[in-house]
């Protein structure tokens, strides 16, 4: 739980520094926005995290 919780966070806070992938985000359906995040506990590295919110823009849902 402590790990999921780490990862939700640390989405937040990169999503606050990248105003276009925030964008990105804001403009999702409630379904994609699950998607989204649904995939976070996914993401082992604070590197991948980072990776993963650089693309969001690009992601196809």
Known sequence: MD???NSAT???RLLRE???ASQFFDQCT???RQAILLQL????TQAQLEAFVEN???AAL
């Open 10 to 12: 640390q989405f937040g």
């Open 56 to 58: 969001l823009p690009s």
């Open 3 to 5: 790990q999921a919780m």
């Open 18 to 20: 990248n105003p276009q």
């Open 30 to 32: 409630p379904a994609q």
């Open 41 to 44: 506990p996914q993401m082992q």
